[in-house]
């Protein structure tokens, strides 16, 4: 209390606030809660950095539509989508066969992607008949091949139809060569074209269908497509069809070689390589790229390769070249960048494809290092001396259209 001019005043009661250190204990709990959330923030800034990926949050991302067949499997890899968001490149794949890619209307993608020439020569050679924008790369190739099992292998091998390829293998080489001519005469003959007519069962199974080699449709698939050439090629003594005449015989007399199959697979593969494919689909065409990228992924899975399934290589050789074609300026960006791209041109030799260097040649030499360093055994660079040759595009629409009942493409004035 205080007295001013004879008044006296009482004071107001002060409350003074023990302003006191936190406890051991508090800080603990802010620890325990707060230190977790910052670990996991920095490091997800550190691999987002290290990745190159730390301002793709606040940068625009791009999605390009593609349309594909088989090559729908590279656009599929996680690595490759990861590489492509690096770019702020995401892409949609509708998927589809080869062929059918070339004769529907692709306006509204950004890319298509056959797995051949001749369904990339239907597309480009329309756009440039309409005038359409069109860029071709072509980043890598794979050869067409047979793939089947073991004893099938071997039962053709009994019959003098093929010959292993040379390995250090203790349960046998891989990859075969296959005497395509051989092949069909079997295939053609009218009795005693069974597995079980030649011997099958010594190799521990019995099998009483023809033997034949399986594949996708052939009004759609480009391996298909691609297949029919290589038989036409070598029925017709290692020659193309040269007149309409010729290829209206030639269909005629290989038809029942390609049709004897009954409803082609979606995908011949895919059931290939699943556990019941050896009753399904003993024989399917295929491209090596797909066998080389199924032994990958089973060696590191179980530490071995597969050596129950096989390859055998045609003795005439065809080399399908996969062409990525532009349709819109985003889908040029992609094009140039799964050409050009270390990551991605990497990856593809990593999914078992024969990459082109800059100058279009194989560089082949970099996928046999790759297969020896990851202890899968490396196939012989060519499986004969004989290049199987496709008949021209008109003629060879004319026998896809012929064999497989199917319209036939419609094709620019200026094609060949």
Not at 66 to 74: A, I, T
Not at 256 to 276: H, I, K, M, N
Not at 317 to 338: S, W
């Amino acid at each position: 209390m205080t007295t001013t001019g004879g008044r006296s005043t009482v004071e107001e009661p002060r409350l003074a606030i023990e302003r006191r250190a936190p406890s051991l204990w508090s800080r603990r709990r802010f620890l325990v809660v707060i230190a977790p959330l910052l670990a996991t923030v920095l490091t997800g800034a550190a691999l987002l950095a290290l990745s190159g990926n730390f301002l793709l949050p606040f940068q625009r991302v791009v999605t390009l539509e593609g349309k594909m067949g088989s090559k729908g499997d590279f656009f599929g890899d996680e690595e490759v989508r990861r590489i492509l968001m690096r770019h702020h490149i995401k892409v949609h794949i509708t998927s589809s066969g080869s062929r059918e890619v070339a004769v529907r209307n692709i306006d509204s993608y950004d890319f298509v992607f056959p797995s051949g020439q001749p369904a990339g020569d239907l597309i480009t050679s329309e756009r440039a008949a309409k005038n359409q924008y069109s860029k071709v790369h072509r980043p890598f190739v794979s050869p067409i091949v047979l793939a089947t099992y073991r004893g099938y292998a071997e039962t053709l091998r009994d019959a003098g139809i093929a010959t292993p390829q040379r390995s250090p293998e203790p349960g046998g080489s891989l990859y075969y060569t296959l005497d395509m001519a051989k092949f069909l005469d079997l295939v053609a003959r009218d009795g005693g074209n069974r597995w079980n007519d030649i011997g099958i069962q010594r190799h521990g199974t019995t099998n009483g269908n023809t033997v034949l080699a399986q594949t996708s449709d052939i009004c759609r698939s480009n391996s298909a497509g691609t297949y029919l050439g290589l038989v036409a090629f070598t029925r017709n003594h290692d020659d193309v069809p040269d007149t309409e005449r010729e290829a209206d015989r030639l269909a005629t007399q290989i038809k029942p070689l390609l049709v004897r199959q009954g409803l082609p697979a979606a995908d011949v593969f895919q059931t290939y390589s699943s556990p019941e494919g050896k009753g399904i689909s003993p024989v399917v065409v295929a491209y090596e790229h797909q066998y080389l990228a199924y032994q990958r992924s089973y060696k590191a899975r179980y530490d071995r390769v597969d050596s129950e399934r096989v390859l055998l290589y045609p003795s005439s050789q065809f080399v399908t070249q996969p062409q990525f074609i532009a349709l819109t300026p985003g889908g040029e960006r992609l094009g140039e960048l799964v050409v050009r791209d270390p990551g991605l041109r990497r990856r593809a030799m990593e999914l078992g494809f024969r990459v082109l260097d800059p100058t279009g040649a194989v560089a082949s030499d970099q996928l046999s290092a790759f297969l020896k360093g990851n202890g899968i055994p490396v196939p012989a660079a060519g499986s004969g001396d004989t290049k199987s040759l496709m008949p021209r595009l008109a003629l060879l629409e004319r026998m896809i259209s012929a064999i497989g009942d199917c319209p036939p493409a419609e094709l620019p004035e200026q094609a060949p």
